[in-house]
């Protein structure tokens, strides 16, 4: 397997090659960049056409899934992670596809620090307090030592695919302690229900880059907190059968919670 390191570092000579430009020493700075909906996972649209050599051109920073829904993707220093329903960690295939995830280049505007134990809701306040608005996009690490963090990890499903509603309940949950480590991910506004989570969609990785999965909760302390507030949404929708066939507009604020909190 290629190492992910290369992925970027070739998607970067390509476009160099090709002559597009960029700002920002050639990357695109506070844009994010988004494969499909959250709506469409909700509805079983499991399987996309991009690969992570793809997305690595659009962001090294973020969070997503893989093609039949095989595990959590964490993106962390430039690497592209799996993480599997057996907890565990591995480098991703760059010829590797994903149906949804959410990438930036991240260069954080704010930083600070939580010395003191902090939960997950201490941890919305001490953010809200930090950050001018609820209606930007704010991209969010956090680094530190974690006391508890309570993750799930999507199982791989086989067609004909079920529902997210339906995978839920039989996913893997762990409760990892005593970790050094990385929470990684997004904070969306309420108004992009459907198209994203709105509120906090955050992946846990530890430093040893052995366990992790998408975060259901946390304690934690002295974490330093940095936040790349980005304006700009640069989204991309699968053009396939089965996501032009899913229902998408329904009001599944109810499912986003359960499936996703
Ligand atoms: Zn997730």
Redesign the pocket.
């Known amino acids: 397997m290629k190492p992910v390191d290369d992925i970027f570092i070739g998607a970067f000579q390509a476009h160099r090659k090709d002559g597009t430009l960029f700002h920002h020493d050639s990357k695109k700075a506070h844009e994010l960049f988004q494969i499909s909906l959250i709506s469409a996972v909700l509805e079983g649209v499991y399987d996309g056409d991009i690969t992570y050599r793809e997305l690595a051109q659009h962001g090294d920073f973020g969070?997503g899934?893989f093609n039949n829904l095989d595990g959590?993707m964490a993106a962390i220093d430039g690497k592209f992670y799996q993480i599997k329903s057996d907890g565990s960690v591995h480098p991703v295939d760059p010829a590797m596809k994903t149906p949804f995830a959410c990438v930036l280049f991240f260069d954080p505007t704010v930083e600070f620090a939580l010395e003191e134990l902090t939960d997950f809701k201490q941890f919305e306040e001490a953010l809200d307090r930090a950050v001018p608005t609820k209606n930007l996009f704010y991209a969010l690490r956090v680094d530190g030592y974690f006391e508890y963090v309570k993750v799930r990890v999507v199982p791989r499903q086989e067609k004909p695919y079920r529902p997210m509603l339906e995978v839920v309940k039989e996913q893997p949950v762990f409760e990892l302690k005593d970790k050094q480590g990385t929470l990684l991910g997004f904070r969306f506004p309420d108004y992009t229900q459907g198209i994203n989570v709105p509120g906090y969609?955050l992946?846990f990785i530890d430093d040893k880059r052995e366990t992790g999965g998408?975060v259901l909760d946390f304690r934690m302390r002295s974490v330093d907190v940095k936040i790349d507030i980005t304006p700009d949404l640069h989204m991309e929708v699968p053009e396939r059968e089965d996501f032009g066939s899913a229902e998408l507009g329904k009001d599944n604020a109810e499912s986003i919670r359960k499936v996703?909190k």
Request: proline share 0%; hydrophobic share 15%; no cysteine.
């Open positions: 969070v899934t959590e969609h992946h998408h996703e």
